[in-house]
């Protein structure tokens, strides 16, 4: 069974505050993607990582992908209050279906 | 917006009762997903379809059931309801091909209410 486990599972800072969250598994995965979702609405896509060792950025969002395409970072940088949120991974394999993670909640206080 | 509709956006009943959910994927996109999320808890797979054919099937109950018709919109059908289905259910649709093949955007969701 192909578990995805996100550390930590509560993160609450103060604003200007830098912070990783991680994506771990004992599985391989195609592509591994990050989401943020905000209470009541849907998870909203991120970004996309499909090549081992792949960096993305988003603005003060830093993304990236293992080596060995196992496990997955997501940096963010001097955090404002519009990034709280829930921020889940999720590894894609040939299935076609989505492993999610548990999710981070990230509360960034003013 | 992810072009991703779901109708209703809310949906009261009461136990025993059955609901159908709806769901519109981008334009283009062949492949539609179903996830519940309860209070507090993460996102669970229900099922998949792609272009009208089921394709693969999670955590699904079997008082529930999906299908997609040939316009590729899809329904959720959530039969003798109970108060732990209370949950919001989101569709959510990919292209199932090329290299982002899985990349999956999220309806809005239904929240559903079974008192």
């Known amino acids: 069974t192909q578990l995805l486990e996100q550390s930590p599972q509560f993160l609450s800072i103060q604003e200007g505050e830098n912070l990783t969250v991680y994506c771990n598994s004992s599985s391989v995965f195609s592509s591994l993607q990050w989401y943020r979702q905000e209470p009541g609405e849907g998870p909203v896509l991120l970004v996309t990582?499909?090549?081992?060792?792949e960096v993305k950025k988003l603005k003060r969002l830093t993304f990236q992908f293992g080596d060995a395409r196992k496990d997955s970072s997501l940096h963010i940088t001097a955090a404002q209050p519009g990034d709280t949120g829930l921020y889940l991974c999720a590894g894609g394999d040939s299935s076609y279906k989505l492993i999610f993670g548990s999710g981070t909640r990230l509360l960034v206080r003013p | 917006d992810s072009g991703v509709t779901q109708t209703p956006k809310h949906l009261i009943t009461a136990t025993g009762q059955r609901v159908t959910l709806r769901c519109s994927p981008r334009s283009g996109d062949l492949s539609v997903y179903w996830y519940q999320q309860s209070l507090d808890q993460g996102l669970q797979f229900l099922i998949q379809?792609?272009?009208?054919?089921?394709?693969a099937k999670g955590n699904i109950l079997e008082r529930f059931s999906a299908q997609q018709f040939p316009d590729l919109h899809s329904e959720l059908n959530l039969s003798s309801l109970e108060l732990g289905d209370s949950a919001l259910y989101f569709c959510?649709?990919?292209?199932?091909?090329?290299?982002?093949?899985?990349?999956?955007?999220f309806g809005p969701g239904t929240r559903l209410t079974v008192l």
């Open positions: 959510a649709s990919s292209p199932a091909s090329g290299v982002l093949y899985n990349e999956q955007f």
């Open positions: 379809y792609y272009n009208g054919e089921e394709r």
């Open positions: 990582v499909v090549t081992g060792g």
